[in-house]
């Protein structure tokens, strides 16, 4: 299987469902629908270290890309998900050059970060079995996605892009639009904010990076993909479930008629 | 609220979610959606005592009523599903009147059955505060579901009506058509069996008991609400997350061209 | 340590604590309240297979004997709670003569019943390092205890007293209460039943067998002592929490006067 | 139901049972006894995000207020268990006005903070439907209460309660002992530092904020009260199973003489 | 992959590991060890539903047979492990022919046998895409074992191999030799009992049924796959780890003189 | 039993097992095997907060030290460890004297330290019973291992050394070696970084201090310990049971011959 990272420069298109409930069965059970990837998320979803390292291999199974959204700050565990095998892990509320560099550095070994060595779950999970091999191979497999969804963080675009060990740009657009509006407004669809997000994308890909972005509309997959955005979430558990049950509620009451 | 066998006595239909995922987060996600009922699925499904222990106080908080299928001849956790508070018990494989006694001997107390006393669970979860009136009650508030799918379970309804503690019968149509064709196709809504299906319900609510059935096709409700079937299972999460993805891959796909 | 049919022959009187809840942490908090037996409820409670396993650890960690209520008939776990380190199994609703040597069976070794061979987890957890040393003592370190709790079983007492491998009988008051008002009353305090459970320690203590009772009033220890009660369980964590809340709630509001 | 900061605030004392056994059934026994709120205690207790994630259902099934208590340092949990659905954060060792201020950026969203945005399973347990109702009021919904329990922090007061999304002070006594004697006693009922006690709880009220404080013995509670502290912190899991475990055995044993 | 079964009849001489500890990851490590199959032991080992359930991708994912041991008696779970994806069940201690038959029909479908249509888990966990493929090939893709490991199993030996739904005989040796010896030794390598051993074998053979044997020795494992044992357990966890650690902990003091 | 710093400050050379499978059977396993201490890690390994605090009775059963490594830069945990029974921490990556003051603190009760009170588990897991003895003795009891495992950290190790709490030093001689390399080569057995090797332990030792460090072949182990490497990390699970599993294959393979 090509990496996550060479099929988005190569300019797919990936879906990854977003995975909230920290259960390697409902993982196993998303990951058979015919997602690219699936993303444990660890900051508002329930994944925890138990659940990302138990899920994972339900994802390598079903042939998509393992990918760990971390909570903020908590950079020994982008370490850690590498460890347990996923293959890129998103970083929410890099808002500083600084907080990029930090989490950079705990994707990549040495000289390009300071990823400590222990691919205790990884390597097995991998096709890999020559360690030096894998020394000198992972930072180039492995993907760090920097979220940027704050005013600060837009300010910072450019420094962030230039981090060692940062691959791509994630965008929040939730957090985006409280932003943009001053903690006035929820509203991930803002049309007068496109413009900047657009500016986003444009600015990652010159920057050689790759960018993906959230969506709660996934009828806007085409216009983010035009604007370069290459990975997109457009799945979670609770609006599958919502969705799949409403239609079969939905059909079930209509025949009742 | 009213009880299950109350509602569906009255002539209510109830659509019940079917779980297979023994996690009691994921219980809770399919429990806020609608359904009247949920049923934890220990015969095919995943749930085990301990999922079902703790998947219930989830379902009761979204007013739903809980629901649990045994494995087959497993009527000893007839007894515990209720001491953990499940309203309701389906048994599958019930092929015999000695198979409906020993069911509906598990799930009412003396003197109707044998009922073991013990609500550890069930009764700090309910509204009943007072022992006796537990005991005295619980009879009435339980429904014991008995599952008609083989050649057997026909021949013998009559007198799997007549078991005490019997309080209703379930269709399980896939297994039935497996029998109706000698083990040669497996189609559960085969028109030449919806005959002996309706006649199934005829003699279940002449006997005065309630009718369930297993929906593989949702449109199907209106027509089995005609024959007398009341509780409905309509969704597995498997179901669920497989038509809630496919509906969310497919327009971000779709909006891609 | 003297196992706990040596003690209870020896006349000592043996409290067990009771849990219901399938948590080994749980389990280790009461295991430390100086209990001289901790017996994990997989009957009303809500212990399984795996909660047992790994509960049983604090248990003799805490110098207290482990011992498991199985479900109604599964004589199956019998055998596992062995392998999994418990001392003592007790099995509910033993109302025949039959119930009773296929619970003996399945608690000894050859050539007294056909217990099969596998201590797992028992041996390592033993201070026995032989198996051969373990499979000639196991049926006397084990002790069975045969619930009496029905009419039925009442009457086939003197039976279920000669069946091989059982060494004991344990009243449940509960049921016996209910099936001796015809179902009408849940008091396991009725002052009624009281000569036939008296009656009941006399003749098992008669065969040379231990009695053990669970208690529901824990004033009632003395009595039910010299009736002959040597096992008496007084202390589900249900009721430890209830009562111990309820001190400390009354004490803290009490001072707010 | 009443928020707890509005119930706090209106001068009402509210009792919590605290939480350290990882468990949600554990902790629904808890929450079923009577306590206004729980506090799952991720600091010395052994929550983590998987049981408090699972724990606080129970807790408001139960109608009681869910509290965690997140680990030192650990504000990435804070909004975490926001999005779990609890109502309340508590945060040990606020020993600076830099540490108020990033552990109320944690709870707050924009623009008084800067929480993200993502209430994946607080808002389906709420009663709130619309995520713009959600986001706009939050802030007033939510209470972070800063633990004030070395001299640091002492001297930091003024400072930390008027830091942005501080609403209230929770003291600890066992620490602030230690504090108090340099290391050499720990004693949370010391007579010569209540009149700091008492300060800390008359400057909190003078600056329009709440108080609350933790309890090793409860009929200190009136005197808490009359001090201002309107949250009391008075029943740990292992204090209550070691105070009902030693009044049920006390009293069987007693019996027996 | 060849089916287990197909692999067996072909002459291959199949190595299984024996898990007894209930945790998908460390069945995950011992499948990635070359064994060719992984068998999870209900009976004397610790696993469970739930630990069935989430062991089998492991298995799947590093090539190797899923094979499950039910505890005695279970047949409810013989069809459990087929439906969790198991490719074989081992069933101990039938002793009778209504044993072989019981446990028999609980692992094919009809007309061979009544196994309850429901592959939840198994069929998305297999290539097979088509429901009606799966029910008329699982049949004859499925091995049943039934363990021979008492004088009433060698006694009925030849109505076992002519029930309906068995494809195999596993041996039991430490069993085996408490019964040989009447109870009085456990010693799975008595050379005394080696000709009934063989002589089981050659009947299972003659019947063209598989056989299987569970090692104490790996030693003996070509004198058994003489006699026409060609599936044989090698390893449990515990003594892999016992043999691995007294390899590296003897190395390690060994250098220290 | 003797503390494990008094018995690393009188010479013994301690063997740790490693343990990376968050399982509290699988460490129970492990710590049965005669190692002197088990190290549950949760940096590159999968244990989390819920397996250490399970996993601990297991190990103080088998009469072994409990040790946990935490995460980079986790001092919350380090404390947390500490309160859920472990004896001693080690924590990696420690690079600067910041680092170790950090550490130091997290680990020492004041005036040494700032650990905060509550050892919920630890205390009741020990012999202790009096909380003042607990206060008075633990920064004595505890052991606090900072990583050198940089270039950074071999320039700030004297500082190291001195800071307030620190016990010992752990050397990672993978991390070392990439460090070495300046990102070239994974090998913690190079020759041309053993005196740098030797000389950390030389100058840990004249600062009145203890060393450990990680094996990856453990025939080093008399070598390192002539160094003055007291306690030596020689068996991850994995590798025992690649191990074990390896020679029982190996056997039985080989006599099929
Ligand atoms: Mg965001
Ligand atoms: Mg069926
Ligand atoms: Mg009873
Ligand atoms: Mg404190
Ligand atoms: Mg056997
Ligand atoms: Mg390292």
Chains 1, 2, 3, 4, 5, 6 share one sequence.
Not at 79 to 88: K, N, Q, T, V
Not at 177 to 187: C, L, N, P, R, V
Request: hydrophobic residues 50%; without cysteine.
């Amino acid at each position: 299987m090509n990496t996550l990272i060479s099929r988005l420069a190569a300019g797919e298109t990936i879906f990854t469902a977003w995975s909230s409930i920290p259960d390697a069965l409902t993982v196993e059970a998303m990951a058979g629908q015919g997602y690219d990837a699936v993303t444990l998320d660890m900051q508002h979803g329930g994944h925890h270290e138990d659940s990302v390292l138990r899920s994972i291999p339900g994802i390598l199974r079903a042939g998509a890309h393992p990918v760990v959204r971390i909570p903020v700050g908590r950079f020994d565990m982008a370490s850690r998900a590498l460890d347990f095998g996923a293959e890129s892990v998103i970083a929410p509320m890099i808002n500083s050059v600084a907080d990029a560099r930090a989490f950079g550095a705990a994707m990549k070994y040495p000289p390009l970060g300071d990823r400590s060595w222990g691919p205790t779950f990884a390597l097995p999970r991998s096709a890999v079995r020559d360690p030096q091999e894998w020394l000198l191979n992972s930072n180039a497999r492995t993907l760090a996605f920097a979220m940027v969804e704050t005013r600060a963080a837009l300010d910072a675009l450019d420094g962030i892009l230039e981090a060692p060990g940062i691959d791509g740009i994630f965008v929040g657009p939730a957090d985006f639009s409280i932003a943009w509006t001053g903690g006035g407004s929820i509203d991930p669809v803002r049309e007068d904010m496109m413009e900047a997000v657009a500016d986003i994308a444009r600015r990652t890909l010159s920057a050689g990076k790759v960018a993906g972005i959230y969506l709660t509309n996934v009828t806007m997959a085409g216009r983010f993909a035009k604007m370069g955005y290459r990975f997109q979430a457009v799945a979670s558990e609770l609006r599958v479930i919502a969705a799949g049950s409403a239609a079969l509620l939905g059909d079930a009451r209509g025949s009742l008629a």
